[in-house]
């Protein structure tokens, strides 16, 4: 039978042997040099690109490449995208390397009160204000001010000028000052804002506060909500309220417009569309009866 042949290696090591051992000294001292070499040059090259690409982004500074020219504001749908970018307009023109995220977070903070700030960098002048916004009841409008509250009357936002239209403004309370973000006004009478807040928290814990346009405490210490519709609904206090939600919520889901109700006297709901009516209800459905004439003249 023919031999195999002997392996590479096998030849490899064959061959070493048969060189003396000073031979072998060298051939390693060489291998050991061409690593070393290898390993210098691949540095070398690193450092060169690396060198490089600083260079270039060093130029490109200078030119203010890397400026801030854009802020967009993400997450919010209360809370107005230009004050926040009001705010930040001093970080336009700086660097986006040294730009003091932290002093902005701190100055959004001072003014409006949300959850949770975050701001990162979107190359090459872009910064990126993320927002977990805190839910907003209503809004206080004063001589100077605007002030947004939420369900615990805590000041979330303040403002020059009404900008949330999603948000029902709350009237005829007296007691808020020159407020800060983060404080919680008397407002006054307070049994009376007590009642108020009731009211609202109720509208939202059910979905129904974004239909609201308006909820006036008025000087006959009844409570007058208005509607976005045009619809006036007056209450006498929150029994009141709470006696004819039923009703009120009927009134809101069906989106009903240029009507005066007035609940505050007995049961039935008085209402004028635009004469005088009274509401009854009869198999589940609100019918609306002239006064006058005893004829229906609409439905709920």
């Not at 206080?140 to 947004?148: A, C, P, Q």
Request: proline share 3%; with cysteine; glycine share 4%.
């Amino acid at each position: 039978m023919a031999r195999k042949p002997k392996s590479s290696r096998a030849k490899a090591i064959k061959r070493n042997k048969r060189k003396p051992k000073s031979t072998r000294a060298k051939a390693l001292k060489r291998n050991k040099r061409k690593r070393i070499f290898k390993r210098l040059l691949i540095t070398l090259c690193v450092l060169a690109v690396v060198g490089a690409a600083s260079y270039e982004m060093y130029v490109e500074i200078n030119k203010g490449y890397f400026d801030v020219r854009h802020i967009e504001v993400i997450g919010n749908e209360a809370v107005d995208s230009k004050a926040v970018r009001g705010i930040c307009s001093s970080s336009e023109g700086t660097c986006i390397f040294i730009v003091d995220v932290n002093k902005m977070v701190a100055d959004i903070e001072s003014s409006i009160k949300v959850k949770s700030i975050r701001i990162t960098r979107k190359f090459p002048d872009t910064l990126i204000v993320s927002i977990e916004e805190s839910p907003v009841l209503c809004a206080v409008l004063t001589k100077d001010n605007v002030y947004y509250l939420n369900g615990d009357q805590k000041v979330m936002e303040k403002t020059d000028y009404l900008e949330r239209t999603n948000v029902p403004v709350l009237s005829g309370l007296t007691g808020m000052d020159d407020e800060n973000v983060g404080t919680v006004p008397i407002l006054q009478p307070e049994w009376r804002s007590a009642m108020a807040f009731s009211i609202l928290n109720k509208l939202n814990e059910d979905g129904r506060l974004s239909k609201i346009s308006e909820l006036n405490c008025t000087q006959n210490n009844s409570f007058k909500l208005i509607t976005k519709n045009n619809v006036t609904i007056d209450v006498k206090d929150v029994d009141n309220f709470t006696a004819n939600y039923e009703y009120i919520s009927y009134v809101l889901d069906q989106n009903q417009s240029n009507m005066d109700i007035d609940l505050k006297n007995g049961k039935k709901p008085r209402c004028k569309i635009p004469r005088p009516v009274i509401c009854i209800e009869k198999n589940g459905i609100f019918c609306h009866y002239c006064l006058k004439s005893d004829e229906v003249v609409g439905m709920c």
